[in-house]
């Protein structure tokens, strides 16, 4: 089984040499997709929605996959040459002030306009009533990520260790989206 593990992870480095965008593209799209699952599943729903699993798929390879490699290229752009706590931590402050929010709100509103296909009306009321708590509540978490993979990830696993941790993440978002669907259902 090892052996198995090995040639993946061998097969995994020589795409993220090969094709990093594509590669993390892909990347998180499975693990939303798992994620979307396992949230299916704790949240006890008989039969997977397939639909919904591929449209959040659709958002990790299209949105977050790219969005990711291209901050972490931009981060280091911004610091070059920098190192060390302080500079980590701007890094980590300047993500929490500016695409964190944008992802949650982004989040948001493509579940609930694309994935749950909700009018307008009803997903800018939800956004504006839940957005402040989940924001809040990533700002008590995402900056102790934000440390960890700023301090130790090199660059080329910043958007999978970002992407493992988002999906444990999607999992908390989709299922406060979904408690309000159910509430109403």
Request: aromatic share 16%; charged share 20%; net charge positive.
């Amino acid at each position: 089984m090892s052996d198995i593990l090995k040639e993946a992870w061998k097969k995994y480095l020589i795409g993220l040499q090969l094709h990093p965008l594509r590669t993390k593209a892909i990347t998180a799209g499975v693990l939303v997709g798992c994620s979307d699952v396992i949230a299916q599943k704790i949240s006890g729903v008989k039969r997977l929605q397939f639909r919904r699993i591929l449209l959040l798929m659709l958002y990790g390879f299209a949105y977050s996959g790219p969005f990711g490699h291209f901050l972490h290229k931009l981060m280091d752009v911004i610091f070059r040459g920098q190192k060390g706590n302080k500079t980590v931590a701007k890094k980590v402050l300047l993500e929490q002030l500016t695409s964190s929010p944008w992802n949650n709100f982004f989040f948001m509103m493509y579940y609930g306009l694309v994935v749950e296909g909700r009018p307008w009306g009803l997903v800018k009321n939800k956004v504006r009533k839940d957005y402040p708590s989940i924001q809040l509540t990533a700002w008590k978490f995402w900056p102790i990520v934000g440390w960890i993979n700023y301090q130790y990830m090199p660059l080329q696993f910043r958007v999978l260790f970002h992407s493992f941790v988002a999906s444990c993440w999607a999992i908390f978002l989709n299922l406060k989206a979904r408690s309000i669907t159910t509430k109403k259902a």
